[in-house]
């Protein structure tokens, strides 16, 4: 039956995220393309999930070398004769569309009439159907980016369409989804029908009916969408009605979702559009102190974080609900990475903001009083306990970022000792991976926040044996956060680390030569490259040149890219007797020969000639 299907798909998922792919696929593939064949449409379907829940666990396998010919099965699935084997194979390209980005896009011509075609009957079609085609699609069109524009019309008319004229309240629901996900990928190219879907999302968050509150909560997450996307000239005159209206929600349904939508959604969203010319009287009904406070801050980003921040607080301290904490901590942590120092400019904000993430590391909030949720087994509140934790200690390093080192010192040393704590191995990899990731993200903060160096170089006695430790962790993610942590750590603390050079190099040293998760290695030649752009002086070139231009170019983590273009600039103009630049082009012409040849195949024959001469050089 049912069930069982699903624990073999859970077996196949297992074995995909843990086997080499190549020999999984040996042993699944011609059981599965037997059952492609098969009369029984079940059967059908089976092969056609298989593919599905391979997608993530062997994504590289996939977009790497069998991407056409599985894309081509699922597409044939599509006008199976079995609605059961149609579903599965819109299953199987929204799992596509997730995990095998962005090879997957290229195939828009062939993808986007089929499913455009499947949304052309939709109250003709079982709603759990219909899911998946949304499902599908919405995977798909958010890596698109303006390459959805030739399909915007169809795509639009569809969805107002079943705003307007569908009864079904699940239909609409996906419809205004999809438009958060459209939204995504136009931009301002969806300014033409930004009217139309704005009046439906206002109706729908006008009623306070029951049946309606999954709507309502999926239309503020896409009016969250369409205040980042669409541009704040367009947004910016509805911003103060949709306040409201999620305001009036909020004071008359007492539901979680709704609040942690309102939360993120209107706070932060109105946040961003910055309010510029905003005129909010018009508004001033029900909620009286609120408005009063919108009016009085329209024309000022400084006001507005006045009424915002501590809404976000207090919010934080007394709300019951996990998830709608996690939406406030995200919110906050998104006003201050926006607006960094206005954030700051009251005094008493750095302190209020310190010791609501102190809080929340100590678990001293409402919301983890050990109670929870009745409908959540231990386990999941455990895991959103440990989330609530990662969100609040995402907002350190923005607040190093936003605030002098001077001044964040005090409570930095409050809160270091709780990330630190974390970092120890009877800890979960998960807590060990977030702390050194918080750590290193700490001090990438202070390379450039005013007083920064010297805050980092009188941290460093206390991070240096944490961050190695963590080089020498099991875990690959572990071991990546602490080799981007002693970077950065060289970086920041500039010449007082000086003295800790060698054996930093030494513990690259020790993992270059056995490491071998291509993300480990590029982040230990963005560590190199960081220590190098802090003291070239201080780093011995001649051995690490050649070990940095022998694992370049990056395989994952293009991030450090501009870390390595910029230590590479240096290398160029550096003190000529060390031969820097002859050692580069020797390790690229060694170790990246074709790429090599073709970038100086372009160059006069005079200077190729004195090109080659110098790399074949003893």
């Given at each position: 039956g049912g069930h069982k299907l699903f624990v073999y798909f859970q077996i196949i998922d297992t074995m995909a995220l843990h086997m080499a792919p190549e020999k999984l696929f040996q042993q699944l593939m011609p059981l599965t393309q037997a059952c492609l064949v098969s009369e029984n449409p079940y059967q059908r379907k089976g092969a056609i999930m298989c593919l599905a829940v391979l997608a993530e666990g062997c994504a590289d396998h996939i977009r790497t070398k069998m991407l056409s010919s599985l894309l081509q099965t699922v597409c044939q699935s599509l006008s199976d004769s079995s609605q059961v084997v149609r579903s599965?194979?819109?299953f199987a390209l929204g799992q596509f569309s997730e995990h095998l980005q962005p090879e997957v896009s290229k195939y828009c011509a062939e993808l986007m009439p089929l499913l455009l075609g499947y949304l052309s009957s939709l109250n003709e079609a079982k709603?759990?159907?219909v899911t998946k085609a949304f499902y599908a699609l919405e995977n798909f069109m958010e890596n698109l980016g303006a390459d959805i524009e030739p399909y915007l019309p169809t795509l639009m008319e569809t969805m107002l369409s079943a705003l307007n004229n569908t009864d079904n309240l699940k239909i609409k629901e996906l419809a205004v989804s999809a438009i958060g996900a459209i939204a995504n990928a136009a931009k301002e190219l969806l300014v033409p029908y930004f009217s139309p879907v704005i009046e439906s999302l206002k109706g729908f968050l006008t009623t306070t009916t029951e049946e309606m509150r999954s709507l309502q909560t999926q239309s503020l997450d896409t009016l969250s969408v369409l205040a980042r996307t669409i541009g704040k000239d367009v947004f910016s005159p509805l911003a103060a009605e949709c306040v409201q209206l999620g305001l009036n929600l909020t004071d008359t349904i007492d539901d979680p979702d709704l609040r942690r939508c309102t939360y993120v959604t209107q706070c932060f969203r109105f946040l961003s559009t910055h309010l510029a010319g905003l005129n909010t009287n018009a508004y001033i009904d029900e909620k009286e102190d609120a408005c009063d406070a919108l009016g009085e801050i329209a024309f000022t980003l400084l006001k507005l974080l006045e009424v915002v921040l501590p809404c976000f607080v207090e919010t934080v301290r007394t709300e019951p609900e996990r998830l709608v904490v996690m939406g406030v901590l995200e919110s906050m942590n998104g006003v201050i990475k926006s607006c960094e120092g206005e954030v700051f400019r009251n005094p008493s904000r750095l302190k209020e903001i310190s010791y609501v993430i102190r809080d929340v590391l100590k678990k001293k909030m409402a919301c983890q009083d050990g109670g929870g949720d009745e409908a959540e087994d231990e386990d999941q509140q455990a895991e959103?306990?440990?989330?609530?934790?990662?969100?609040?200690g995402e907002g350190i390093p923005l607040v190093a970022s936003a605030v002098p080192a001077?001044?964040?010192?005090?409570?930095?040393?409050d809160l270091l000792p709780l990330i630190m704590g974390k970092t120890k191995s009877t800890g979960t990899v998960a807590e060990r991976s977030f702390s050194l990731g918080t750590i290193g993200e700490i001090l990438q903060a202070l390379v450039t926040a005013p007083g920064g160096q010297g805050l980092a170089g009188r941290l460093s006695n206390r991070l240096l044996p944490v961050l190695v430790a963590g080089v020498r962790d099991s875990d690959p993610e572990v071991r990546n956060n602490s080799v981007f942590g002693l970077g950065c750590l060289a970086q920041a603390a500039g010449p007082i680390v000086l003295t800790d050079y060698p054996m930093m190099l030494s513990v690259f040293s020790n993992l270059l030569v056995k490491e071998s998760d291509a993300r480990v290695i590029d982040n230990l030649c963005g560590a190199l490259c960081r220590m190098i752009l802090s003291n070239v002086e201080a780093v011995p070139l001649e051995q690490v040149v050649p070990a940095l231009a022998a694992r370049l170019p990056l395989k994952e983590d293009m991030e450090e890219n501009k870390t390595v273009f910029s230590?590479?600039?240096?290398?160029?103009?550096?003190?000529?007797?060390?031969?820097?630049?002859?050692?580069?082009?020797?390790?690229?012409?060694?170790?990246?020969?074709?790429?090599?040849?073709?970038?100086?195949?372009?160059?006069?024959?005079?200077?190729?000639?004195?090109?080659?001469?110098?790399?074949?050089?003893?």
């Open positions: 599965a194979g819109l709603v759990g159907h959103y306990d440990a989330m609530l934790q990662e969100f609040a001077d001044s964040f010192a005090p409570f930095l040393n230590c590479l600039a240096l290398l160029y103009t550096h003190s000529p007797s060390l031969n820097t630049a002859v050692l580069l082009m020797k390790q690229f012409a060694q170790n990246h020969c074709a790429e090599f040849q073709a970038a100086v195949r372009p160059l006069p024959a005079e200077q190729q000639a004195k090109l080659s001469a110098v790399v074949t050089a003893s």
